[in-house]
């Protein structure tokens, strides 16, 4: 069970590893937190009359599409979009919306699809939130919480039979080892890096620290990137075809760096570091 904020995080963070577990013949379910009502149009090209008026049912049709091009099951916890504050001071997120209510109803909201699912593993982000949008770094904490007490029978008893969940990983995508790799490929192919501002934030701001000495796990699912870069271009309206998430050839993908990247944060099982595999340690029924 992978557990995200927004429709299309599903597809930028760990989507060729959900890609692979499923067509392994595992059920993956991904729980998309909110509708991302809020989201803005982020491709030029999906920027046209009458598609802000529908961002919501657009957004549910983008997913659906996401959701079959990862080969996965998707559902909605219907949270409302907190949408990104902008400013300084930055505002107060909108009355309502997913990362002002109450944490408690969200946790009881996800408990209940943890214990119909039964899923021996979750993935969530970390407590940072992968980058600081409020309902990110909610969902980080309403996934650990339902991690902690979907096995508790005093815990929701109207919620459901318990489940224990064995394994919790975050999903870390901002590693700086692949980045720069990717980087000195550009260059030796004569081109200008896309990185390239991003790695110079990273000079100026070393406190941002490199992800890569938290990743416990990389799961190889290069093979699964066509399905994918498909899953991202079906959120027309999220996912610029031009921008920086398709800048890097596949074949350079697969096979610089064919991997994606995990932080096992909690677990109920043994198993031992590093890990290729996130169901490692857990016994098959
Ligand atoms: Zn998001």
Redesign the pocket.
């Known amino acids: 069970m992978a557990v ?3 429709p ?2 599903e597809s930028s963070k760990g989507a060729a590893t959900t890609a692979k577990y499923a067509a392994e013949g595992n059920d993956v379910l991904v729980v998309t937190l909110t509708g ?1 009502e809020r ?1 803005d149009i982020l491709n030029p090209a999906m920027d046209r009359p009458g598609v802000k008026e529908r961002m919501s049912d657009i957004r549910k049709e983008e997913m659906a599409n996401a959701a079959a091009a990862l080969g996965v099951d998707q559902m909605w916890l219907g949270f409302v979009d907190s949408g990104l504050p902008e400013g300084d001071p930055l505002p107060p997120v909108p009355e309502g919306s997913f990362a002002a209510i109450d944490l408690d109803e969200a946790v009881e909201a996800l408990v209940r699809v943890v214990r119909e699912f039964r899923p021996h593993v979750m993935i969530t982000y970390d407590e940072h939130g992968g ?1 600081p ?1 409020p ?2 770094i909610r ?1 980080h904490e309403v996934s650990v919480a339902a991690y902690e007490r979907a096995g508790d029978p005093d815990a929701y008893p109207d919620a459901g039979e318990p489940w224990t969940v064995s394994k919790l990983y975050y999903t870390h995508g901002f590693i700086k080892d692949r980045m720069v790799l990717f980087s000195d490929e550009f260059e030796r192919h004569g081109q200008e890096s896309p990185f390239k501002e991003w790695l110079e934030r990273w000079e100026r701001d070393p406190s941002r620290g490199d992800l890569m000495g938290r990743v416990t796990t990389q799961v190889d699912c290069g093979k699964y990137f066509p399905q994918r870069d498909d899953a991202l271009r079906a959120h027309a309206t999220q996912i610029d075809p031009n921008g920086v998430f398709f800048a890097v050839p596949l074949e350079w993908q697969q096979r610089l760096w064919p991997t994606e990247e995990f932080e096992l944060a909690k677990t109920r099982v043994k198993t031992s570091i590093p890990e290729s595999d996130l169901f490692a340690g857990i016994e098959e029924p």
């Open positions: 995200h904020a927004h299309d995080d991302g989201g980058y949008h309902d990110h969902d």
